[in-house]
């Protein structure tokens, strides 16, 4: 038998995927679409090389339904790639759900948004995501092991992870030449949570199995309380059969935990005066075996995985649930987990009009869930001579210091391999620059970042809060968020640039600062733009209730971020062009 390379079995599936995903779609109504569509534009579309699906395809959630449950307009239908035409039924008639994501109405991606809150909990959910999003759209990944020379080529599409937390996705213009700058997006993907502990078993307390769990950033807080809590993450598995360590992910489709608090009748204030350690942990089950357990019948239990082994650290039937929900019989080949506690709750529309989003994790699924949109709805001319970044980032909310972190070098390295990559590819050009410190330097110079995160909105019980004039409203736009201490990157030519952006875009860009008696957040510009020496700016969705472990935002706000920062990609090319360097 012939052993198969990766990349031939996943062709393999993709064109698997295409003829059994359309499985309605039969002779009949192929022949009907035909002549519904004219012959001509019909064969045209199986002539078409194949490039993934559309990004407003994918935005859509059309991907997997069967294609009489996918009906387009006949102006949509032109615009699709030549695999989503196959899945897809034109209409003369009827409404068409793709129109409002061609052209980026915001309130097409309230839906979309809330249920990616809730499908994807954690941050290894949340890359795994992204990643299947961008190989639908035909973006390739780069392993960090590999070479990546002769890999790369104008047009192509693109994308890498590190740790499984942080990714990086990528668009190479057609018109692409070594030294040509990036218009580049970053955030964050992390959240406040609370992650298990190396060693979770705790004793029985008074019949209430508990977890041990600590906080990630300011978790724990009086909001966790009296919360429906779920469990999800990353599980590290050896292979029984090959030996190999994999790495699968879990999430439990109920509520786990709860941290109750203490009633008022005892006289104890519950906001703010809890100890973290040991008044909030959370109570998982029950436990009254030990009222029928005497000195003589009582007997350690064996341990799950045996002696020493890491399963035999955490509470047994977590262990249980969590092996039979990935089909793990032997538990010893558990060899470790990074399983966090999250707001069970689904994220949810509100207000009289619906026009709010309540949802746990808007800090920051929210502007990194618009740029990644933004990204696969980008458009991709034959004139385009830039790189077309989005860049999602792990442990924000802890500093950024880890290797996933927006302080590693994973975005200028990942920037430096790609044109030494494109650079090498284009060498048989003469006139091509040589790749070294002067062609990053001229990259660099030629770029943008837009350092995406959330920002406070105008708050109405708290109106001391608001700075007049700099307190953006929900349902708005983004906001340019300045600082005079330097905690954000926006200075005058970023305003310049980015309020050009949104008058091409078709977006309204609001600005927010906090007062100077107030306490400045961070972002991940400026450590990344002094890092690379490229021009930024901080842009954010404002939203209500940051930190907490349910927070609001706009309804129409992921749909105006997306709009924005796909303004953004589309038109910085044309934008730097403008001005008199």
């Excluded at 950033?217 to 599980?235: C, F, H, K, P, Y």
């Amino acid at each position: 038998m012939t052993r198969q390379s990766p990349a031939s079995l996943r062709a393999r599936s993709s064109n698997l995927s295409l003829r059994s995903a359309g499985p309605s779609m039969t002779n009949t109504q192929v022949d009907a679409n035909r002549h519904m569509v004219g012959q001509s534009l019909w064969e045209s579309s199986i002539r078409e090389e194949g490039t993934g699906h559309s990004g407003a395809f994918i935005a859509a959630g059309m991907e997997g339904r069967p294609a009489n449950q996918n009906t387009v307009c006949m102006d949509c239908y032109k615009q699709l790639t030549r695999q989503d035409r196959l899945l897809v039924t034109p209409a003369l008639t009827g409404s068409c759900k793709l129109c409002a994501f061609y052209a980026v109405k915001p309130e097409a991606f309230t839906k979309p948004y809330c249920d990616f809150m809730t499908e994807n909990p954690t941050i290894f959910h949340t890359v795994v995501y992204a990643k299947s999003k961008l190989e639908a759209a035909g973006y390739q990944e780069l392993p960090g092991r590999d070479a990546w020379t002769g890999k790369l080529e104008a047009g192509g599409k693109y994308y890498t992870t590190r740790n499984g937390s942080s990714i990086i996705a990528f668009a190479v213009g057609k018109a692409y030449k070594p030294g040509n700058g990036v218009a580049m997006i970053a955030g964050h993907i992390d959240a406040l949570t609370a992650r298990l502990k190396p060693v979770s078993t705790k004793p029985n307390n008074n019949g209430y199995i508990q977890l041990g769990v600590t906080q990630y950033a300011g978790a724990l807080n009086e909001t966790w309380w009296d919360r429906d809590l779920g469990i999800g993450g990353r599980v590290i598995v050896r292979d029984e059969e090959t030996g190999k360590t994999t790495v699968k992910l879990v999430k439990l489709g109920w509520p786990i935990a709860r941290i109750p608090t203490l009633a008022p009748h005892f006289g104890i204030g519950m906001m703010g005066q809890n100890n973290r350690e040991t008044q909030a942990v959370p109570i998982i089950g029950l436990d009254n075996s030990d009222l029928h357990q005497t000195s003589d019948t009582a007997t350690p239990p064996t341990p799950l995985g045996g002696e020493g082994s890491f399963t035999s650290t955490q509470p047994p039937k977590l262990v249980k649930l969590i092996a039979s929900e990935l089909g793990i019989k032997d538990f010893s080949t558990i060899l470790n987990w990074e399983l966090e506690l999250f707001d069970h709750a689904p994220a949810t529309v509100g207000g009289m009009d619906k026009e709010f989003i309540f949802a746990g994790r808007i800090d920051d699924k929210l502007c990194s869930w618009a740029a990644l949109q933004a990204l696969l709805l980008a458009e991709h001319s034959d004139s385009d001579g830039i790189i077309k970044l989005v860049a999602l980032f792990d442990d924000e909310e802890i500093g950024s210091l880890l290797r996933q972190g927006a302080r590693g070098n994973f975005l200028p390295l990942t920037i430096e391999r790609a044109v030494e990559a494109l650079s090498s590819s284009s060498s048989s050009t003469s006139s091509s620059p040589s790749f070294g410190p002067g062609l990053l330097g001229q990259t660099y110079a030629r770029s943008f970042l837009v350092s995406s995160d959330v920002t406070h909105a105008a708050h109405p019980n708290f109106p001391a809060t608001n700075l007049a004039g700099h307190s953006p409203r929900l349902n708005v736009g983004v906001a340019l968020c300045v600082d005079g201490s330097g905690h954000m990157t926006t200075d005058s030519v970023s305003v310049a640039i980015l309020n050009r952006v949104a008058d091409l875009a078709g977006t309204t860009n609001q600005t927010h600062m906090i007062r100077n008696d107030s306490r400045s957040g961070g972002t991940v510009g400026p450590m990344l733009s002094s890092a690379m020496g490229v021009r930024a700016a901080d842009v954010g969705i404002p939203q209500l209730s940051m930190h907490s472990i349910r927070a609001t935002t706009g309804a129409l706000d992921p749909g105006l971020g997306v709009k924005f920062y796909k303004g953004f990609l589309d038109r910085f090319e044309e934008v730097d062009g403008e001005w008199a360097h």
